[in-house]
């Protein structure tokens, strides 16, 4: 089942900096997952469900060209992904092995899958950048996946940049990443985020007309007051 769209764009309007504050404020420290990067510049805010996709290392008798037709395969994976998910795929940061390519991007973006997200790397960069889908990853390789992984399986837990994901966990990626927020916590930080973004948003203001960091950021009473009655201000 998809997020309900006002969830998606409740986040859509927070960004993965504040997140990460929200969730460390809950004792989650590790949601950050490192090597994912846009493939190109512009590509905007994406939330979504995740679905898992997960590889382990080549082992020559499995990972091979042949392998890419059986029931266990990206190509049949892609063709489980509901509508509006975020596929993650755990590459264990393997670098010299592009996970997919144009054709498999392409026919994701058919599927109105929301993102691509891995820790290792894609190939066929001009063909994916045309392809219309949106990729977080670590670089570019020419040669395909089984020259250094094999895939065995989606919707399973896996780790991708050194990050723990579950299928249907939620995942926001913007400019500065992707981040996770697990399942469970996902009504407290929709109750926390938004208010979070317009604290800071507001401490911004305060900071272009020259106000000093000390006690505004983070604030101390007074500041809290003016804050307040900001907001009052606004209703």
């Known amino acids: 089942m998809s997020l309900d769209p006002e969830i998606v764009e409740t986040l859509k309007s927070v960004s993965t900096a504040t997140l990460t504050t929200v969730l460390l404020k809950k004792g989650l420290r590790n949601v950050w997952m490192r090597g994912t990067r846009p493939l190109k510049p512009g590509q905007g805010r994406v939330v979504g469900k995740a679905f898992t996709l997960r590889f382990v290392p080549a082992r020559e008798d499995l990972a091979t060209p042949e392998s890419w037709a059986s029931p266990i395969s990206t190509r049949a994976a892609i063709e489980a992904m509901p509508e509006g998910c975020v596929a993650v795929a755990g590459a264990m940061g393997i670098t010299d092995a592009g ?86 916590l996902l ?49």
């Open 99 to 184: 996970i997919f390519g144009d054709i498999l991007c392409a026919r994701m973006a058919k599927r109105n899958v929301a993102a691509l997200i891995t820790d290792g790397v894609m190939r066929d960069a001009e063909g994916v950048l045309s392809s219309g889908m949106k990729v977080w990853c670590d670089g570019i390789a020419a040669p395909p996946s089984v020259a250094g992984l094999t895939f065995v399986g989606w919707q399973e837990p896996i780790a991708c940049g050194g990050v723990a994901v579950f299928p249907d966990d939620i995942v926001v990626v913007d400019e500065d990443g992707a981040v996770l927020i697990p399942a469970k």
């Open 187 to 235: 009504d407290a930080v929709l109750a926390e985020a938004p208010e979070q973004e317009r604290m800071e948003a507001w401490i911004m203001t305060e900071v272009d007309r020259g106000v000093p960091l000390p006690g505004l950021y983070p604030m101390n009473a007074e500041t809290k007051a003016r804050y307040q009655a900001w907001k009052d201000a606004q209703k």
